[in-house]
């Protein structure tokens, strides 16, 4: 039986860290969709064609070490915006949405374009300064030297992108439960999760 956890929110809210620990707390599979416009902004980088980017993605492209970069995030966001890009991309999103024994995906537009019919649609979101502070702390502890005042420029380009592109802009579902996590723990953030996804199952 297929069960969907859909997971929105933008960079730094905290939803891929809700969203694996939800996974592992139900034994559901887990896909982090950014890494799909991830890889696929990095193979545009190294000079193909966005759509052919997309369309030959392979496994393999997930696992490169350099995908949480600053600038592979923004090619990431600029690829997001092209059609078909996300075209070539929804059928795989799709198919694990809804495979067997449950399935938890975050991104953008899970909730609103690729699951729709979700059992369960959160939108993760927090402050701009606190969402900063977050993405910088990790990015400092990978070694990489960027201040926090880039980092939060770095977001708000990417939000404001992500919110106004025409096709599947960032934004909650209209049943989603929103989730700001602030002020809140990793603890916290997923035990309210977990709570919401405990009630859809019973």
Do not use: N, W
């Not at 959160?122 to 400092?140: F, N, Q, S």
């Not at 770095?154 to 106004?164: G, K, Q």
């Amino acid at each position: 039986m297929s069960f969907t956890v859909a997971i929105d929110g933008p960079a730094a809210s905290g939803k891929g860290t809700i969203s694996r620990a939800v996974s592992e707390f139900f034994g559901y599979a887990y896909l982090d969709t950014g890494l799909l416009y991830r890889a696929t902004g990095r193979r545009m980088l190294q000079g193909l064609d966005a759509v052919e980017a997309a369309q030959g993605l392979q496994a393999a492209d997930l696992e490169a070490d350099d995908l949480r970069t600053a600038e592979v995030g923004q090619a990431a966001s600029r690829v997001a915006a092209i059609p078909e890009v996300r075209a070539a991309l929804v059928d795989f999103q799709r198919a694990f949405a809804r495979r067997s024994g449950g399935a938890v995906l975050d991104g953008r537009d899970i909730g609103t374009v690729i699951c729709p019919d979700a059992e369960v649609k959160l939108y993760v979101t927090a402050g701009d300064d606190e969402r900063a502070r977050r993405r910088h702390k990790e990015l400092c502890e990978k070694g990489q030297e960027v201040t926090l005042e880039e980092v939060l420029d770095d977001l708000r380009i990417r939000d404001a992108r992500d919110s106004a592109r025409a096709t599947a802009p960032l934004k909650p579902a209209d049943d989603a439960i929103l989730l700001d996590t602030s002020a809140m723990t990793i603890d916290q953030a997923v035990a309210q999760a977990i709570k919401v996804i405990d009630a859809a199952q019973a």
